[in-house]
């Protein structure tokens, strides 16, 4: 049977609970995994954490071969590929992967400058980084297939689509780049992305304000970022604020310079295909839509495979650098005042916005743009309103120089390495504005 005629098939009567079933049942299984926190003993959290802590709690051996297994092709295969000959940028990412790989040999056989092994260095991120990252990417990516496989994801983004114009300045169709950024991952995101922008449904800015706007870290690590800083009990809170934060955020961004002189041509000169308006009942257009996916989506086996070795691809790609970085950027803000100075000319406005710790903060906002994970080492024993910032602010920045910017940099979308930092600051700036209010609201 053709897809058009499997599609076809959900305007039937006779079909459509069968649809209807698959698509609810299948999405309830993935909200639930993501989204539901279970409390087992004196434990509460989302089952996909559950799961985590207690392969990592029961073969904490196991776990340290697997993370460096994992490491070591994902370093490897960046010299391997010829890649780094492609531009200064690539060759840099190639070495800090390289270096990924010689620290995770170091960090599993223990061997290496006492310096290194201090537990906030060493220690701190593989144990509590690296490793519930690598754990979490590929089981997270396993649940994942219920969210974006069976409709879910085009119910959302046909509700979404009356809003993404006048907001956000992009077509309807990027909400399911929005929404999948979160479910999914960044550099999914970006693969979608950067498919439509070459098939001419975006045009350059619209690529370019999703590219970096709407493809942040996904739901399975920002949970890394709430249990790094104990945030767990708050994690509906901290998602839900974390999710409107970056779109609020894009919104912004969207409107001033780089993003907003970008041009509105197509890929290539293509002449384009814009969205064309849609009329009819939204809740009956958005639940057609998602029964049409349901009933053209692969068996669940084969995409729980083909999730599973995006999944195992992504964290081969993101720990050596990772790793790298993170103990780079750490030795260089424990030893060195060079973070500090970098991030004096924040120091006004977190006074201005009333925050405690204005040094603190700036120094955790100058590391963010570096790598999400390490404002989280320095933010550990802070009070929970900065710690709720600072976590905010590593999610809705969107880009960082450990993973998602070469991702962004490795698409067909004009975007130069000037302009991306020039928009990461941008969304540092306005982000911290946005969120501190809201976090003296809620606690």
Not at 64 to 77: D, F, Q
Not at 286 to 296: H, N, P, Q, R, T
Not at 328 to 347: H, Q, R, V
Request: charge should be positive.
């Amino acid at each position: 049977m053709s897809v058009q005629e499997q599609v076809i098939q959900t305007r039937d009567p006779s079909t459509i609970p069968k649809l209807v079933t698959k698509l609810v049942g299948y999405s309830a299984i993935g909200i639930v995994m993501f989204f539901l926190p279970v409390t087992i003993g004196v434990k509460t959290t989302i089952p996909i954490d559950h799961i985590v802590t207690g392969l990592r709690e029961s073969f904490p051996g196991a776990s340290a071969i697997y993370t460096l297994l994992v490491i070591l092709p994902g370093g490897a295969y960046g010299l391997k590929s010829g890649k780094w000959r492609s531009s200064l940028t690539d060759l840099a990412f190639t070495v800090l992967k390289l270096v990924g790989m010689v620290l995770g040999l170091m960090a599993f056989f223990k061997a290496g400058p006492s310096w290194l092994f201090e537990p906030d260095m060493l220690p701190f991120f593989f144990n509590r980084i690296v490793m519930p990252i690598g754990l979490i990417i590929p089981i997270g990516s396993v649940f994942l297939a219920f969210l974006i496989n069976y409709g879910l994801l085009e119910l959302v983004g046909v509700i979404m689509r009356p809003v993404m114009k006048p907001i956000f300045r992009t077509p309807g169709r990027s909400a399911i780049d929005a929404v999948g950024s979160f479910v999914g991952s960044y550099s999914i995101a970006l693969l979608i992305t950067n498919g439509v922008y070459r098939e001419g449904k975006y045009n350059t800015r619209e690529a370019a304000i999703i590219a970096t706007g709407f493809s942040t870290v996904s739901a399975t690590f920002m949970v890394i970022v709430a249990k790094t800083l104990d945030l767990m009990e708050h994690w509906l809170t901290f998602f839900w604020v974390s999710l409107i934060l970056t779109f609020a955020v894009t919104a912004v961004t969207a409107r001033i310079w780089p993003l907003s002189k970008k041009p509105l041509t197509y890929h290539n000169g293509m002449e384009g295909s814009p969205e064309s308006a849609e009329k009819g009942n939204l809740i009956r257009r958005a639940l057609y839509e998602g029964m049409d996916a349901a009933a053209v989506a692969p068996g669940l086996l084969s995409s729980v495979k083909e999730n599973l070795k995006n999944g195992f691809v992504m964290a081969m790609g993101v720990l050596p650098t990772v790793l790298a970085i993170g103990i780079l950027g750490s030795y260089l803000a424990k030893y060195t005042a060079i973070f500090d100075w970098l991030g004096m000319p924040f120091i006004p406005l977190i006074r201005l916005l009333g925050l405690p710790d204005a040094s603190l903060i700036a120094k955790s906002l100058v590391l963010n743009i570096a790598d999400m994970s390490l404002p989280l080492l320095i933010m550990q024993e802070s009070a929970l309103i900065p710690k709720f910032i600072i976590a905010n602010i590593s999610i809705s920045t969107v880009l960082f120089l450990s993973a998602s910017i070469p991702c962004v940099l490795s698409t067909d979308i004009p975007l130069s390495f000037k302009e991306i930092m020039i928009i990461a600051l941008e969304r540092t700036i306005i982000g911290l504005i946005l969120i501190t209010p809201v976090a003296y609201l809620l606690f």
